[in-house]
């Protein structure tokens, strides 16, 4: 299942000063199959971005296609395009609301017309996936702690089987364990699945370790879409709009400056404990 932008602009009214763009002549392409991380400063237009690829928002100009389908067409049914394309907002509180955490993952697969044998194996395929044991199901997901909430969120997208997932700050609030529990998730049900995943990080870390390809935006603009490596030698660049590289990309550069001859392509904490093996000859010093 394909996405594709085409010339895509979004205005919103802006109190006290007429109208603000959000997304500014947007093109984009998202291929199936595909990992991406969408990264930008706060108000760069990446929340209202996703928005649009299930239908939340529609541009003010431009057309956003679906599979060869534009959204805009009447005819689009939009219950089965947001159970194709599921969105996981930053804080899953906004998408818990039922009595306990097994109804609540039930809620989308019910409201696709699915009989209740199927809605149950879904729901309970789902909860699995993401790590929510079965004395957990009975419980109201509000007694859950965020990285559990997070979980129940997902699920409940999940349980829908959307081709596309898109996760808006899915990790926002948690410990490095929880975040990585997550991550790594999310990193295993999309090669299982091969689904498409789009995720909207501050961490550039894992835009690094995850992500396929990387869409910077700055101010409503797409400004690179690229693998990871190539957007992270625009260092100065990404500085500039207030981001950054991963850390260990300093770190390397510190030692390429000093002559060590450090391969330039190493973005993640992996790949540079390979590379000073391989330059030290597999001696690790203190």
């Not at 594709?4 to 947007?26: Q, T």
């Not at 194996?121 to 997070?150: C, H, N, T, Y």
């Not at 948690?174 to 091969?194: A, C, T, V, Y």
Request: net charge negative; charged share 25%.
């Amino acid at each position: 299942m394909s996405l594709e932008f085409r010339n895509v602009s979004y205005e919103y009214e802006s109190a006290g000063s007429g109208y603000s763009r959000a997304l500014d002549n947007i093109d984009l392409k998202i291929e199936d199959g595909v990992f991406y991380g969408l990264i930008g400063h706060t108000g760069s237009g990446k929340s209202t971005l996703v928005q649009h690829m299930n239908g939340l928002l529609h541009p003010t100009q431009g057309e956003v296609w679906c599979d060869g389908v534009n959204l805009a067409d009447k005819s689009v049914n939009m219950r089965l395009l947001r159970s194709q394309v599921g969105l996981v907002f930053q804080y899953p509180e906004h998408q818990l609301f039922e009595t306990t955490v097994f109804n609540d993952v039930c809620f989308g697969p019910r409201n696709m017309g699915l009989t209740e044998d199927e809605i149950k194996m879904r729901a309970e395929d789902a909860l699995k996936q993401v790590g929510i044991s079965e004395d957990m199901w009975k419980l109201s997901p509000f007694d859950l702690s965020g990285g559990q909430k997070r979980r129940v969120a997902i699920a409940g997208v999940l349980a829908m089987h959307p081709k596309i997932l898109v996760l808006d700050e899915p990790t926002a609030g948690l410990d490095p364990g929880g975040r990585d529990d997550i991550l790594d998730q999310i990193s295993f049900l999309h090669e299982k699945n091969k689904m498409t995943v789009v995720l909207i990080s501050h961490s550039m870390e894992d835009v690094a370790k995850y992500a396929d390809r990387i869409v910077v935006m700055n101010k409503g603009r797409i400004i690179y879409n690229d693998v990871p490596m190539q957007v992270f030698e625009h260092v100065e660049e990404l500085e500039e709009m207030g981001l950054s590289a991963p850390q260990v990309t300093y770190i390397m550069k510190k030692l390429r400056d000093k002559g060590y001859p450090i391969d330039k392509s190493v973005i993640t904490i992996d790949e540079a404990v390979e590379e000073i093996m391989r330059m030290t000859g597999g001696k690790m010093h203190a």
